[in-house]
C-alpha cells in the first residue's frame, strides 16, 4: 500500500503564502512521497501563515494609495520549523482587474457591476457652500449630490459682475441599491448644466459618471493555461521574468526579485532559479530544519507609464508553495515533483538529495 498526502487550500490574505512541510514513509520497498500544496491570494494585504512545520516569513509595507513608479516593499522567504530537511519551489497565479474604458455618463448612481469614476472632494473643500450664498436648486438636487461654487475672478474689482463657476459631486453611500461596499464615503464624478438666474441655480443634465465594470485577466505561471480560449501553451520564457520583470497578464506591474533570486544563465546554488520548462522557481539548496530559504521577491512597482485603466485595479498574486523531502527519488518520481526528464534541475538539485 502507497500513503501519500495532498492538501491545497486557497485564501484571500496578503501577498505571500503558506506552505505545507512534505515527509515521506517507504512501504514494502516502494516508495510514496507526501507533497503538500497552499495558495494564498495577496492583496497587499497580509499574514503570516503557519502549518505548524513551514513558515512563511515575509516584510510587506502596502501603500495607502499605489501611485505608478511607486516601489513597494514585498520581501518573501520560507523557513523550515520542521524536523527535517526539504526542498522548496514556488509558482505564481495573477488575477488582474482593469476598469473597463472609457468611463460613461450615468442617470443615476452607481449599480450591478458599475464602477464609480472618482472625484477629489477634497480638493475644493475651500469652495463655497451654496447654502453660504443664499443659492437654491431647482429641482432640489438629489440626495447625496452637493454643489460647490466659485467667485470669478477669485478677487473681483468693484464694477465686475458677481459671476460663479461650479463644482459638483456625489458621495457614495455606505450600501444598498447594488453600491459596492469599497467606495463607501468617496465621491463620484458628477456633471451638469447650471444656469444662475438671481438666487437660484438651474441644475439640468445631470450625470453620474461610471465605468462599466472590469475586465479581469487570469494567468498560471506553472503549466500556463489561457482561461479565455482553453489553450496550454508552455510557461512564461525567462525573458518574461527577466529584466523589466513584468507580471504576465498586465505588463505594467514589475516583480521585483532579490539580488540572489533567478539570476544567472544557469541554476546556482542558493539562489532561486526559474524553470521555464514547467514555471516553476526553485530554490537551489535544501531549507534544514530551523533554517530559511534565501529571499525570493524583494518588491512590487507599478510602471509610470500605467495608464487611467489601472485606477482602482485589483491584482491578486496567488504564490503556490510546494515543499518535499529532499530526496533524488522524490524528486524524479511521478507521485513527486516528476522532474525525471528535466536534467538541468536534476543536476542542480540532485547534490542537496539522499
Known amino acids: 500500500m502507497i500513503f501519500s498526502h495532498i492538501a ?3 485564501r484571500k490574505t496578503g501577498l505571500v503564502v503558506s506552505v505545507l512541510l512534505a515527509a515521506a514513509i517507504a512501504v514494502s520497498g516502494t516508495f510514496a512521497w507526501f507533497t503538500a500544496k497552499d495558495s494564498v491570494t495577496n492583496r497587499l494585504s497580509t499574514d503570516m501563515v503557519t502549518d505548524g512545520s513551514t513558515t512563511i516569513v515575509e516584510i510587506f509595507n502596502p501603500p495607502t494609495i499605489w501611485k505608478p513608479g511607486e516601489e513597494v516593499t514585498k520581501r518573501v522567504y ?9 526542498l522548496v519551489r514556488v509558482s505564481f ?21 458599475e464602477v464609480p469614476q472618482l472625484f477629489n472632494k477634497d480638493a475644493f473643500a475651500s469652495w463655497a457652500t451654496l447654502q453660504s450664498l443664499g443659492i437654491t436648486t431647482s429641482p432640489a438636487l438629489p440626495q447625496g449630490v452637493e454643489v460647490r461654487a466659485k467667485r470669478i ?14 463644482v459638483a459631486w456625489y458621495t457614495i453611500p455606505a450600501g444598498g441599491g447594488g453600491t459596492p461596499s469599497p467606495f463607501a464615503g468617496q465621491a463620484q464624478r458628477v456633471t451638469a448644466d447650471f444656469a444662475l438666474n438671481g438666487t437660484t441655480l438651474g441644475v439640468s443634465n445631470l450625470a453620474y459618471w461610471a465605468y462599466d465594470g472590469k475586465d479581469t485577466t ?17 510557461a512564461p520564457p525567462r525573458a ?12 505594467m506591474i514589475h516583480l521585483i526579485y532579490a539580488d540572489q533570486a533567478v539570476s544567472g544563465t544557469t541554476p546556482t546554488a542558493g539562489k532561486w532559479w526559474y524553470n521555464e520548462t514547467d514555471g516553476f522557481f526553485y530554490y537551489i539548496g535544501k531549507v534544514a530544519s530551523g533554517a530559511m530559504s534565501g529571499e525570493l521577491l524583494k518588491s512590487l512597482k507599478l510602471d509610470e507609464k500605467a495608464d487611467v485603466a489601472y485606477t482602482g485595479l485589483d491584482f491578486d498574486l496567488i504564490v503556490n508553495l510546494e515543499v518535499i523531502q529532499n530526496s533524488k527519488d522524490a524528486i524524479r518520481s511521478n507521485t513527486g515533483w516528476n522532474l525525471a526528464n528535466d536534467q538541468t534541475m536534476l543536476t542542480a538539485l540532485d547534490g542537496f538529495c539522499v
Open 93 to 113: 497565479e495573477e488575477i488582474l482587474s482593469k476598469l473597463k474604458q472609457p468611463a460613461k455618463a450615468k442617470t443615476a448612481p452607481l449599480s450591478g457591476t
Open 78 to 86: 520560507v523557513v523550515n520549523t520542521g524536523s527535517g530537511d526539504v
Open 153 to 166: 475672478p477669485e478677487n473681483p474689482q468693484p464694477n465686475d459682475p458677481v459671476t460663479y463657476t461650479f
Open 218 to 234: 487570469e494567468a498560471s505561471w506553472a503549466h500556463f493555461v489561457d482561461p479565455k480560449t482553453g489553450a496550454t501553451p508552455s
Open 240 to 251: 518574461d521574468i527577466g529584466t523589466p520583470k513584468t507580471d504576465i497578464t498586465g505588463k
Open 8 to 10: 491545497k487550500n486557497k
